[in-house]
C-alpha cells in the first residue's frame, strides 16, 4: 500500500460531519480496500467487487457517486446552514476539511489499487473527474431552498407510514402540458403555488367538483413543474390527518415548500377525524408554517357527508351544530370549483388529447364517437375523454 492510500486510510477513521457516508456501500468498501492487507488478494477482490457493483448500478464515476451522495448527506452542519444558524469555526474548519478528504477519496482509480496490491489481473474500472467537492458543496448551500437537503433532496413525492414520510419511488410523472381544458382553474392553483415557493402568503386550497376533472392531477402535475424550486408533496390520508401536527414540526424548518396533499375528502358527521383538520385550518399551536400549505380534493363542496337525521337530532344547539359542519371548507383560504365540461369543452379536451397522440381522426368524426362514449359511460369529464382517447388507439392497434 503506497503511502497515499495509507494516510487516506488513516484520515478516514477521523470523519465526523460527514460519518453517514461511511454507510454508504461504495464508500465503506473503498474504506475497507483501504484497510485490507496487500497481501490479501481475495479481501481486496471481494471490497472492489461490492464497490464495483454498488457504483455500477447509479453509474461508473466514483467522483461523480460520491459527491452526490455528499450533496445529499443530512448531517449537523447541513442543518444549521439552512436554518441560517451560527455555526463554529471549528465546525467549518472539519466541514472543509472533510469536503477535501472525500474529494482525493474519490479520485482514487482501478490501477491505483491494483497497483497497490500488486495485482496484474482484469478489474472493472470506474472514472473519475476533477470535481471541486468545496465549491459544490458552497453552491448547494446557497441553493439549499431549491435542493434541500437528505430524503427531501432525493424524491419529489412521499406518503405517510407509521407516522413517518417515505419517498414514492415511481411517483405520477403527471406534467401540465398533459392536461387540457380548465386554464382558469388550474392557473389559481398554480398562482397560489408559486406564492408560496416566493415565500409569500399561499392559501390552503380545496379543489372540489365533479369526479374525473382533473382535480388529483393538477396537483401533482404543479409538483412536478415546480419540483425544481423546491418543492415537494406529502401526501396524507384522512385517516393520518391526527399526524398533521408532528409532520409540519418535523418539516417546518426545512428549506424547501411543501404541499400536505389529502386526496378525495369527505368526512360522516361524526367522524372524530373532523376535529384534527378544522384544528390544522384554523391554526392551532403548532399549525401553520410558512413553507407550507395544505391542498385537498373533494368531490364535495361541504365535505360532510350530512343525513337528514342530523338535522332532526335532539342537540339543543342543531343550528350550530349543522354550522360547523358546512362550513369546514370556508376554512380553507381558497376554494376552486371544478366542474363537469358542456359538449363544447368535452370535445376540445379529447381534441387535445388525440393530437398528444398523433390521431388523425375526421374531427366530426371524433367528436360523434367521442360523445356517443361519454353517454354510454360515467358522462362528460377529462378522465372520460382520456379513457375514450385510449381506446380508440387501442382499436388502431
Known sequence: MNDNLMLLRQKCASVTI???LKNDIVVSSLIRILETDKNNITDFLSCYSDLTAALYSHNANLSEYILKILLEDENLYITAKAQNKPIDSYIEETAEYELGLFRK???????ELADAFDYNGFIPKWRTSDI???SEYRNRINNIGKYGYGLYSKYIMFI???GKTVPVKHPDAQKLSQLYGYERERKAVIDNTIALLE???AQNVLLCGDAGTGKSSTVKAVVNEFADRGLRLIEITKQQLRDIPHIIDSI???PLKFILFIDDLSFSSDDDCFGALKATLEGSVSARADNIAIYATSNRRHLIKESFSDRDGDDIHRNDTIQQLISLSARFGLTITFTKPDKTAYLDIVKGIAEKYNINTDNEQLAVQAEAFALAGSGRSPRT???F???LINNQI
Do not use: Y
Not at 477519496?105 to 490501477?111: D, G, K, W
Open 385 to 387: 375523454a382520456k379513457q
Open 252 to 254: 417546518c424548518k426545512n
Open 160 to 162: 405517510l407510514k407509521n
Open 132 to 134: 471541486d467537492f468545496l
Open 105 to 111: 477519496l474519490s479520485e482514487i482509480t482501478p490501477q
Open 389 to 391: 382517447v385510449h381506446s
Open 199 to 201: 415565500g409569500k402568503p
Open 18 to 20: 460527514f460519518r453517514n
